[in-house]
T-cell receptor, first 113, second 111 residues
Framework: DAGVTQSPTHLIKTRGQQVTLRCSPKSGHDTVSWYQQALGQGPQFIFQYYEEEERQRGNFPDRFSGHQFPNYSSELNVNALLLGDSALYLC???FGVGANEQFFGPGTRLTVL | QQPVQSPQAVILREGEDAVINCSSSKALYSVHWYRQKHGEAPVFLMILLKGGEQKGHDKISASFNEKKQQSSLYLTASQLSYSGTYFCGTHISGGYNKLIFGAGTRLAVHP
């Protein structure tokens, strides 16, 4: 049973560029949440996708956008990258939108120079 | 809105016990506990729903006091593998499963 997978593992970009991160949920899961984790801090909620729609959003600017596909996989897009966007981006999948356990993927380490 | 975790860091000898606390200023629907090792993804430990239940498996258990909006994680007879950073994620009543995580508690277990 494959767990949550994310790609790429690492990414280096320069300020102003755009980036797309990808996530495939655990088998049987239909909900994907994205988190940003800065070094030494807890994960910060970006947004959650269910039935191909954004259901919840954290305090992140519109530069952060996402998409969920019919097969439940998801993308996170970040435009006009800033140095402060450097972080570990984690994807978590769950079943439904209730208080269900979320399983995290290995993350994508984004470095903005 | 971020829950407050205490202590910030704990150092234990193998076999010792520890308690990690998580406190919120908001009414909670559920509390989720995770452990993250350096360079790895957070690993789900357990979820507690409102109702004051207590859960546990192996030597790790947790409680949830809905009235005080607090949860505690209990680690008994710690093992070297327990080392890592523990995060509580709080789910505020009435919303989708949007988890707000605390800053974490770093736990180091030494032989």
């Amino acid at each position: 049973d494959a767990g949550v997978t994310q790609s790429p593992t690492h990414l280096i970009k320069t300020r102003g560029q755009q980036v797309t991160l990808r996530c495939s949920p655990k088998s049987g899961h239909d909900t994907v949440s994205w988190y940003q984790q800065a070094l030494g801090q807890g994960p910060q909620f970006i947004f959650q996708y269910y039935e191909e729609e954004e259901r919840q959003r954290g305090n992140f600017p519109d530069r952060f956008s996402g998409h969920q596909f019919p097969n439940y996989s998801s993308e996170l897009n970040v435009n006009a990258l800033l140095l402060g966007d450097s972080a570990l981006y984690l994807c978590a999948s769950s079943f439904g939108v209730g208080a269900n356990e979320q399983f995290f993927g290995p993350g994508t380490r984004l470095t903005v120079l | 809105q971020q829950p407050v975790q205490s202590p910030q860091a704990v150092i234990l000898r193998e076999g010792e016990d520890a308690v990690i606390n998580c406190s919120s200023s908001k009414a909670l629907y559920s509390v989720h506990w995770y452990r993250q090792k350096h360079g790895e993804a957070p690993v789900f430990l357990m979820i507690l729903l409102k109702g004051g239940e207590q859960k546990g498996h192996d030597k790790i258990s947790a409680s949830f006091n809905e009235k005080k909006q607090q949860s505690s994680l209990y680690l008994t007879a710690s093992q070297l593998s327990y080392s890592g950073t523990y995060f509580c994620g709080t789910h505020i009543s009435g919303g989708y499963n949007k988890l707000i995580f605390g800053a974490g508690t770093r736990l180091a277990v030494h032989p």
